[in-house]
């Protein structure tokens, strides 16, 4: 199977704008799921400064990190990268559980159990 391969002109710098977007959706999804700066911080080993860096924009994220907040938050790396998920699937069904309650996500859950048995 061919890739296709993204033209030079398409390919986007990581810039600060880029890098601050990137710390906008770690606070937003770490927000999301209740989760305090600190405890993030202390998930990744960092200090609470490094994390609120991370967060604002000041300092790019190292992948070793995105690679654990993207499981810790349940967030992809598409979306921590790009703001969107590229693995579209998945992504709307993780999309569609956001803000849901543990009673909803289980019969969703119970629901797709069903459907692929």
Do not use: H, W
Request: net charge positive; charged share 30%.
């Amino acid at each position: 199977m061919k890739k296709k391969v993204v033209e030079q002109k398409n390919v986007r710098q990581f810039t600060e704008e880029e890098c601050k977007a990137m710390g906008i959706r770690i606070r937003e999804a770490r927000e999301e799921v209740g989760m305090k700066q600190i405890d993030l911080a202390t998930f990744l080993a960092i200090g609470k400064n490094q994390m609120y860096r991370i967060e604002s924009g000041l300092t790019p994220c190292k992948t070793e990190y995105l690679f654990e907040i993207s499981q810790i938050l349940g967030v992809s790396l598409d979306y921590l990268y790009f703001g969107k998920n590229e693995c579209s699937e998945v992504g709307e069904i993780v999309e569609m559980c956001r803000g849901k309650g543990l009673k909803e996500i289980r019969k969703a859950s119970d629901i797709l159990r069903a459907f692929f048995a």
